[in-house]
């Protein structure tokens, strides 16, 4: 596990016109984010380490879109606005930066094969990409009409699988520049997330579409589909760890816990809210093991939860800006979290002062331990 504290940076970043935003995020519910609710007055600059998290060295020049861990190392993976997706490695000794590669424009998504040794990525020069950490060899592997929102290895096809705002979920083998199977959904992809078999996409106007990639080549229709139980736009989904369903997180500050086929059991909850202001969920991550859940959000906070008992588990200090993005690493002992602007108010609350930086939090056991159900309080 990572040791001790290293100097954060603060860079300047680009404004992106609000067409671009608008058409990722929409308006958010309530405020949305850390600036003055009577306008867009430069941001106090506050610590961003406020829970005594390890700081990741040479953070992106400009907001974090995505996190990634690898699954067989303590390699993580960052893609940004500024047009990287950089790497570090995070042993007990310490965190070092890898490597770093570029789009052409900025990156929406990143995420690693099973084996550990190849990134994907994806963003809005709408090319699928991947590099090779051992032979730093670089590769475009696919081509989308928009940006690319969404991207994952599915290892038991030996196929990538990413979401676009072109409304299209591909499959990439690598070995050709045309996609081996496209699936048309009812919109904009805004979050997606596998556990094979199953495919979980979440699109603009609130449409989830469930796949069973086991039989998808003679079926390519949706195993199921359904509006989302939140009543605003969808910012995040994660599958459960044991397949039987996901989470949804909206704008609204409400996370929804869906079963694929046992509706019975789901339910909804609010997160992120102040008394003033309501907050995008932000990013949801699962546990690997313990089967509780993540969620980080506008308001600076990240939380742990128990879906089966209905409970908070954990809610941590703000970080005083908001965090993009949240990931468990294989085993489930970090947790790494980015901070930055979350594009909430438009370009127009854009500020190149505004921090940003990437923590890795050491978990403990009781964090993330379900209680038992006779203490069970819902929220």
Known sequence: RPQGLFPGSIFVGRPVGPAVLRAMFGHPAGGGGLLAAGGFEQPQIRDLNTNQSAVVPAPPDDSISAL????????????????????????HSGIQPMLSYQHDA???????????????????????????????????????EAPVKEIF????????????????????SGQ?????????????????DVKYPFLVVGTADRHICVYNLQDIQRHP???????????MQTRCISCFPDKTGYAVGSVEGRCSVAYIDDTTQNFAFKCH??????????????????????????DGTFAFWDKQNRQRLKQ????????????????????????????????????????????????????????????????
């Not at 599915?154 to 979920?169: F, H, P, Q, T």
């Not at 809210?273 to 506008?298: K, L, Q, W």
């Not at 489930?332 to 930086?357: F, I, M």
């Open 153 to 172: 290895a599915i290892d038991e096809l030996n196929l990538v699988v990413s979401g676009s705002w072109d409304r299209k979920v591909s499959f990439w």
């Open 316 to 379: 941590f200090n703000s970080c005083n800006f908001p965090i993009v993005a949240g990931r468990f690493n294989a085993t489930g002992e970090l947790y790494a979290y980015a901070v930055s602007y979350d594009w909430s108010k438009g370009s127009e609350g854009h500020h190149p002062s505004q921090p940003r930086g990437i923590l890795i939090h050491n978990v403990g056991m009781s964090e993330v331990k379900p209680k038992s159900s006779n203490n069970r309080s819902r929220r």
């Open 273 to 298: 809210r102040t008394n003033e202001e309501i907050y995008a969920v932000n990013s949801i991550d699962f546990h690997p093991t313990t089967g509780t859940m993540a969620t980080a959000g506008g």
């Open 221 to 231: 229709q949706p195993y199921k589909t359904c509006l989302s139980a939140l009543k």
């Open 176 to 192: 050709q520049p045309t996609a081996v199977a496209t699936l048309q959904v009812p919109e904009r992809v805004y979050s997606m």
């Open 68 to 91: 990634a861990w690898s699954p067989v190392a303590g390699v993580l993976a960052a893609a940004s606005w500024d047009k990287s997706v950089r790497i570090w490695e995070v042993t």
């Open 106 to 144: 900025p990156v929406l998504c990143c995420s690693f094969a099973k084996d550990g040794q190849r990134v994907f990525s994806g963003g809005c020069d709408k090319k699928v990409k991947m590099k090779v950490l051992q032979t730093q060899q670089e590769q475009q592997i696919g081509q989308h």
